[in-house]
């Protein structure tokens, strides 16, 4: 997001598919937040919303400013070792 702008909604291929094609555009937006939730209708006995380090990586690489984490539901990969990348880098992490 930008300002009050969506720049992408993850579909079928996924959070990482997602925002890899933000790579593209990616030099015109500054100050971009990742906002990870479940989805409206989401089926949670097979479908899990789940954030690791690989997608912190890409959120890094495209300088993304924050992650905000809507919902408890979302899973946390490898969680101890997220929240110290976390803190090592600029990013802001709001848990909602």
């Known amino acids: 997001m930008d300002g009050d702008r969506i720049i992408s909604i993850e579909d079928i291929f996924g959070t990482d598919y997602m925002i890899n ?18 989805k409206k209708d989401q089926i949670h006995e097979i479908d899990f ?7 912190l990586d890409l959120l890094l690489k495209l300088n993304f400013k924050a992650i905000c984490l809507i919902n408890k539901n979302i899973i946390i990969s490898n969680k101890v ?10 990013l802001s992490l709001i848990v909602i």
């Open 21 to 38: 094609k933000l790579n593209k555009i990616n030099n015109r937006f500054k100050n971009l937040i990742f906002i990870k939730s479940i």
């Open 49 to 55: 919303p789940i954030i690791g380090n690989r997608t």
């Open 81 to 90: 070792s997220f929240i110290e990348n976390i803190k090592k880098s600029k």
